[in-house]
């Protein structure tokens, strides 16, 4: 939306082919350009005296090269008007995936994969990487279908906050060009300590905690009907785990957007916990959104 392509991390993995296909795909209507990177880590060789060395470098970058080729093949035979560009870059595959991120209108990676990380807790990778980004970063499921049977359902995350209405944006800005419906999806439940000397009450009106969420979605939705009148917008107010919710509402949709993380007064959805939780187990891509303020704060 920004005249900065879509970046896709590629390293080969049936995950990252799948991020790929769903990246084209977006990019076709959202950008008009698609950015596929490889990244290759530095081949250092330790003797046994302890010296370091590179090796083999530009062998390594060559087969890469092949590698992108041979994925942006069928790529550009599906997309043959979308700009597509393929680049090796050496350097550690998360770093070099936040440097890309900066010229990048959305970050698209598979839920598996980045090549020599793929061994590590893929939690921990994506979170560093929805964390630190300054996009928005998609993470793809491994075989997630190249679906075109009707428009997108896309689910986004609400909790009250003025952090998660930068999810809330961008779900609308993506179902207003990809022709989809947005659900904003709230989870509510009965009070809980959030951290040392919170006290719970003992008593506490059910009905009312109900209404005061549907009221809080309400004003968190208001103006968006006038912002994108194209768009068919849906509340959607379920008691439970918010995790739990939005992982449900994920075999549904085709888009989950949460934000990167909540300070509202209903558990937002933070990074580490609820987001962690649905990057890890969501059945449909999930797209994590942060703030610009949010990025300033992080990057001072």
Known sequence: MNG?????GYDGSPASSAAADWAAVAAERWAGRLRVVHAVPWPILRTASGSATTVGLEQIRRAAERLLAKACRPLRLAHPDLQIEAAVVVGDPVAVLVREAAEASMLVLGSRGLGELRDLAAGSVMAHLATHAPCPVVVVPA???RRTDGPDEIVVGVDGSELSMAAIGFAFRYAE????SVTALMAWHDPQSTGPGDIVPAVYDIDALEQDSAAVLGETLAGQAVDHPGVKATENLVRGPAANVLVDASRRARLLVVGSRGRGRFLGLMLGSVSRAVLHHAQCPVAVVRTTAEGK???N
């Open 4 to 8: 900065n392509p879509i970046v896709t």
């Open 143 to 145: 075989g997630w279908p």
């Open 177 to 180: 060009v990809m022709g989809g």
């Open 297 to 299: 704060e992080r990057d």
